[in-house]
């Protein structure tokens, strides 16, 4: 801007003591960036909490080997859905019947297969 644009200017229609800056109005800005934290971590502290991590999964095969033999083959058998797989046919029939070798679904689980 050249001096003979600012000299055309209107003066700020406010005295000149509002419309500069003083060290109350630096303490009101800094107010409200403190609530506007407050309001955002507040908003965010869900997404921020540290959830527990999930069991490993030969942490999970220890729990069921604890459990009666049916529920421990539907534990197993909840453990291969979750991860993806499918049990062949002769054990899906057998966690009817509860004759499914728990010991072979283990097996399935470690190895992996999908």
Same mark, same amino acid.
């Given at each position: 801007?050249?001096?003979?644009?600012?000299?055309? +200017?209107?003066? $700020?229609?406010? $005295?000149? =003591?509002?419309a =500069?800056?003083? =060290?109350?109005? +630096?303490? =009101?800005?800094?107010?409200?960036?403190?609530?506007? &934290?407050? !309001?955002?971590?507040?908003?965010?502290? $869900?997404l +921020?909490r540290?959830?527990?991590p999930?069991?490993?999964?030969s942490?999970?095969?220890?729990e069921a080997?604890?459990? $009666?033999?049916?529920a421990? !083959?539907?534990?197993?058998a909840?453990?291969? &859905?979750e991860?993806?797989?499918? +049990?062949?046919?002769?054990?899906?029939?057998?966690l009817?019947t509860?004759?499914?070798?728990?010991?072979?679904?283990?097996? !399935?689980?470690?190895?992996g297969?999908r």
């Amino acid at each position: 801007m050249t001096a003979g644009i600012v000299a055309d +200017l209107h003066p $700020p229609r406010l $005295p000149e =003591a509002f419309a =500069a800056l003083h =060290a109350g109005d +630096l303490l =009101a800005a800094f107010g409200l960036g403190l609530l506007a &934290a407050v !309001l955002l971590l507040t908003l965010a502290a $869900p997404l +921020l909490r540290r959830r527990p991590p999930w069991p490993r999964l030969s942490a999970r095969i220890d729990e069921a080997a604890d459990l $009666p033999p049916a529920a421990r !083959l539907l534990a197993l058998a909840r453990i291969v &859905a979750e991860r993806g797989g499918t +049990l062949p046919e002769d054990l899906r029939a057998g966690l009817y019947t509860g004759e499914a070798d728990p010991a072979r679904i283990e097996a !399935l689980i470690r190895r992996g297969r999908r």
